[in-house]
């Protein structure tokens, strides 16, 4: 049986696996993906969102939010599988306009197997003044490749 402290660690040593392979995917270092948090089956990122992140209204372009989605869902399925892993498939729920200053995205786990993790992700969009809206759901296969690599994800 795990103790807190025992998770408390887990956690900690995954967030901190992820903040240093974030900084390794060129992608993700384009995007400016931030690990935020890492607790239990559940993995938080956010970007800053920029005017180049956007589309003709001024909102953040659906490639962006279903990237967020995306990252979430993959980094969530590395840890419930403490493999190497790529998205296999996606889909992406887009709700609500994402205008605002952030993207967060939290990727959980739902269920684990030897080939394959299912997850699924919540993407809100926080405004300078601190409000947030939920813009986005998604639910992803994740292919478990082998054992994991320096970079999650």
Request: aromatic share 4%; hydrophobic share 50%; net charge neutral.
């Amino acid at each position: 049986m795990k103790t807190d402290t025992a998770e408390a660690a887990r956690d900690a040593a995954m967030l901190r696996r992820f903040r240093e392979g974030a900084g390794q995917q060129g992608f993700a270092k384009w995007l400016g993906v931030e690990a935020l948090s890492v607790e239990g089956d559940s993995i938080t990122i956010g970007i800053d969102l920029r005017e180049d992140m956007t589309q003709h209204h001024g909102y953040a372009h659906g490639g962006i939010v279903g990237t967020m989605a995306d990252i979430a869902c993959a980094w969530a399925g590395a840890m419930a599988a403490e493999a190497d892993v790529v998205t296999s498939n996606y889909a992406v729920h887009l709700l609500a306009p994402a205008r605002g200053a952030r993207l967060i995205a939290t990727g959980r786990a739902i269920r684990a197997g030897k080939r394959q993790v299912t997850v699924e992700a919540r993407v809100i969009c926080r405004a300078a003044d601190g409000s947030e809206t939920l813009v986005a759901t998604a639910l992803a296969a994740i292919a478990v490749l082998g054992p994991p690599r320096m970079a999650a994800g």
